[in-house]
């Protein structure tokens, strides 16, 4: 019986599993995607690898891949792949740690949703068949349809925990949408109970953390959609109200609503002014008031005095920090991403102000901010220049200014974006957009993942590194069976001890008898230029304690340089061994033995760049083999 343990020590870039990696569970796996990197997934692995990808056929339909939304610590996105020609949506959860692949378990797939998932990755919200439903992920997907199924219902958002939930109800009679707040304790409440406006229609845009504060748009009344603010004590409030520039509207909204702060005092959005132009707002408890924060923008960027193209200079939030300090968006007619603070202002991101005159050369001709992290010091999204309008992902703080992720990768000439970044914004998440998958013989959007962020990188070609990947895992299987091997040799090998007496060379003539003893010392070296060099010492011992029984044990040191293509392993070993050997009296009856082997040690495990579009990572890791 043979047990094998690999527990990472220290690598030098922590794992990153790819779509489908999951099938090579069963090997150990220590050093696969390096940090550093952006990496993205296109279907074709999903085909292979996987049993809930084979029972629903992927490979016969043409399918784009979205990702939906990303756990705070970066471990878990959840997203869809849809299929233009049947219809169909599959949702998926990947666990960006262990590789793990799982696929919602739904009857009717065209009915599946995923749209928000809890902090820590355990619980997602969504829709399936028809009715919204809460997963609870673990080994498998259970689902929980929390708002009954008496009508057509949405789960909307998530808290940090999972424990609370905002979504919508669908009227039977007319469609129309009833917002609703669920939590484990409660259970289900209408967000418009006990209100006396907006009670023709309300959705959903937020949760707070704790989930109690709901934030969403409402009408009735003759009341266009309204942002408002949704707390159990204080029941919808209009958010418009103290204002004085907030007065305008379209033909059917007012103003709404794009974001809430981890504490839900803080909601961001955009509303219409007296010329009927859109501006961007925040809104904070504290004071009760929508301010205009276009109006705040540097140089008068955004103001209302600006136009473009002769059109109305409208601006537009996307998101709030989770510490409520930092609102993103664009503004522009053509689009500006900006970043907005109390302290800054409005700030553009595409600088202007450099060191030496010079203004940026990336990003002139429209930026657009869809994510910020929890603090508010780092902005991803997309990103086009007037040279070549090529649209293409970007990150953004204050030291490095706009990034362009795709630089020096083989995506440089794809249109990406990223849409999603951690709260500590080490992880970005997005799509890549007309990128070749040979299986299905058709260019297709792809989800990528780009990992700390803050210390730079580079795309990579998805499926050379997935096979890059299983080729390192295959080849640590057989490093490791050449320390089986050789640890197998130390169990078996014993030394035979002369219990009669005949050549106890460990007794002097005349001195008191001794127990036998037999000592052995090697050495050994095995080379193939091609594959592996293994050196191996070791000392043996045995005693026999009486003429039925012998007890012993072995003490190995070795160094073992795999090289295989692709792959680098080199480490020292040391192994312990030791057996019990019974047999009884003239070797007549049972003969039995006993054996224990362990081996362990500190081993370097290196993937190298050999395969295009891939990048050398190396790992070091505590390798432990037992046999008995």
Not at 167 to 185: C, F, K, M, S
């Amino acid at each position: 019986m043979e047990y094998y343990m690999l527990l990472t020590k220290a690598m030098i870039s922590p794992a990153v599993l790819l779509f489908g990696a999951s099938a090579l569970s069963g090997l150990p796996i220590a050093s696969l995607a390096a940090d550093n990197e952006m990496v993205a997934f296109s279907p074709a692995p999903l085909y292979t690898f996987g049993p809930y990808w084979e029972d629903i056929h992927l490979n016969e339909y043409e399918f784009y891949f979205y990702p939906d939304a990303m756990s705070d610590d970066g471990t878990a996105v959840i997203g869809r792949g849809e299929d233009d020609d049947e219809g169909y949506t599959y949702t998926f959860y990947w666990d960006t740690v262990t590789g793990d692949l799982k696929l919602f378990p739904s009857v009717e797939l065209a009915e599946e949703r995923a749209y928000a998932i809890s902090a820590d990755g355990s619980v997602v919200v969504g829709r399936m068949n028809g009715y919204a439903a809460r997963w609870v992920v673990g080994d498998t997907i259970t689902v929980d349809k929390i708002f009954g199924e008496d009508y057509s219902s949405d789960a909307k958002h998530v808290s940090f925990d999972g424990s609370a939930v905002a979504g919508e109800i669908r009227n039977g009679l007319n469609g129309n949408r009833r917002a609703v707040h669920w939590d484990t304790e409660n259970g289900l409440t209408q967000v418009d109970e006990g209100a006396t406006w907006g009670l023709n229609e309300q959705k959903v845009a937020g949760i707070s953390r704790d989930g109690t504060t709901i934030v969403g748009t409402a009408n009735g009344d003759g009341l266009s959609d309204t942002a408002y603010r949704w707390t159990a004590e204080t029941g919808m409030v209009d958010l418009r109200t103290g204002s004085s520039w907030a007065v305008g509207s379209n033909c059917c909204t007012t103003s709404q609503v794009s974001g809430v702060s981890e504490d839900g005092r803080a909601v961001v959005g955009e509303a219409y002014d007296g010329d009927n132009v859109v501006r961007a707002f925040y809104w904070h408890a504290n004071d009760g008031i929508m301010v205009d924060i276009a109006s705040t923008s540097v140089d008068n960027w955004a103001s209302e005095n600006l136009l473009r193209n002769n059109a109305p200079v409208n601006s537009n939030t996307t998101d709030i920090s989770a510490d409520g300090s930092t609102v993103i968006g664009y503004a522009y007619a053509a689009g500006r991403a900006f970043r907005w603070t109390e302290a800054t202002g409005m700030v553009n991101l595409v600088r202007t102000d450099f060191d030496d005159g010079t203004t940026a050369d990336w990003g002139t001709l429209y930026t657009y901010a869809n994510a910020v992290s929890a603090d508010g010091s780092v902005v991803v999204g997309e990103a086009a220049s007037e040279t070549d309008g090529l649209t293409q992902a970007f990150r953004w703080d204050e030291s490095s200014g706009l990034v362009n992720l795709a630089t020096g990768s083989d995506f440089g000439n794809n249109s990406s974006k990223a849409e999603f970044v951690s709260a500590d914004g080490s992880v970005i998440v997005g799509t890549v957009d007309g990128v070749y998958d040979p299986v299905s013989d058709v260019e297709n959007e792809l989800v990528f993942i780009y990992k700390n962020a803050a210390f730079g990188g580079v795309m990579l070609d998805a499926a050379n590194t997935q096979a890059s990947i299983s080729q390192n895992a295959q080849a640590q299987g057989a490093a490791i069976a050449v320390f089986t091997a050789s640890l197998g040799n130390s169990v078996q090998a014993e030394l035979e001890v002369d219990t009669a007496g005949q050549m106890n060379f460990m007794a002097n003539a005349g001195s008191t008898p001794k127990l036998p003893m037999a000592i052995k010392i090697s050495a050994a070296r095995s080379s193939n230029d091609s594959t592996s060099t293994l050196t191996v010492g070791s000392i043996s011992a045995a005693v026999g304690l009486s003429d039925e029984l012998t007890v012993g044990g072995s003490l190995s040191r070795g160094r073992d340089g795999t090289s295989l293509s692709g792959f680098g392993f080199t480490g020292d070993m040391t192994a312990l061994s030791g057996f019990v050997r019974g047999k009884s009296f003239g070797g007549t009856g049972l003969t039995w033995k006993a054996s224990l082997a362990t081996s362990g040690g500190d081993v370097t495990i290196g993937r190298d760049d050999s395969l295009t579009g891939t990048e050398t990572a190396t790992g070091a890791s505590l390798l432990i083999v037992t046999e008995n």
